[in-house]
């Protein structure tokens, strides 16, 4: 159980294009999701949160209007990288948790990520 | 930055031996999460420690929490090839927010 399916795992475009990755929860709904960015041999950045049917909590740095969310439905949220360039290039990474929306002490379940590359 | 620090930042054993990985954090947490990741893979959830546990077990794993140091290990028992894989931990604080350590990368040598 608890799989989480993103799509599509790799990306390769040209720079100036539009980008939109899709986290699905396939077994369970997904109160929340959240959007990591990680760098090579590096941790785990958070970007920002979302909760269902809420705006995103983006953190502190993070471009709201470079980084669209939305999390319309229990099982759904994207990530649409806007106008992309050579420094959006990334392994970007989904994460799902059920649970109350607030707090919870459910794992989070991820996404086997996107490598985004742009020329 | 609310970000953990975990140290060794690399680990390599010979097979058999324990694997032991320790974070620290700065915040107060509601809980403390463990995740290995494979290369250019997602992160697969280990184990999860409440602020109110000390001691945790899974299989070969076992994660203690101390919350007065703001710390936590991970310890892997027996080790295989199988297990080499970068190690983070995850700090749950209140909200609803998670911050990852800078990772361990942990190499088994058979």
């Known amino acids: 159980g608890a799989v989480v399916s993103q799509h599509p795992s790799w990306v390769i475009c040209k720079s100036g294009t539009s980008v939109k990755i899709e986290c699905r929860s396939l077994?369970?709904?997904?109160?929340?999701m959240f959007w990591y960015r990680q760098f090579p041999k590096q941790s785990l950045m958070l970007m920002a949160t979302?909760?269902?049917?809420?705006?995103?909590?983006?953190e502190q740095g993070v471009e709201k209007d470079k980084f669209l969310i939305n999390h319309a439905s229990l099982t759904l949220s994207t990530l649409t990288v806007t106008s992309a360039h050579p420094e959006d290039s990334s392994f970007y990474i989904c994460?799902?948790?059920?649970?109350?929306?607030?707090?919870?002490?459910?794992?989070?379940?991820f996404g086997d990520g996107t490598r985004l590359s742009i020329l | 930055s609310q970000q953990g620090e975990e140290d060794p930042q690399a680990l390599s054993i010979q097979e058999g031996e324990n694997a032991t990985m320790n974070c620290s954090y700065k915040?107060?947490?509601?809980?403390l999460q463990w995740y290995r990741q494979n290369s250019g893979r997602g992160l697969v959830h280990l184990i999860l420690i409440r602020s109110n546990e000390r001691e945790k077990h899974s299989g070969r794993l076992r994660v203690t929490l101390d919350t007065s140091k703001k710390s936590s290990s991970l310890l892997i028992t027996a080790s295989r090839a199988a297990d080499t894989a970068s190690y983070f931990c995850a700090t749950g604080i209140t909200g609803n927010q998670f911050y990852f350590g800078t990772g361990t990368s942990l190499t088994v040598i058979p």
């Open positions: 915040t107060s947490i509601n809980n």
């Open positions: 979302s909760n269902e049917g809420s705006k995103a909590t983006y």
């Open positions: 994460s799902a948790r059920g649970g109350t929306a607030i707090y919870s002490n459910q794992p989070q379940h």
């Open positions: 077994d369970f709904q997904a109160t929340t």
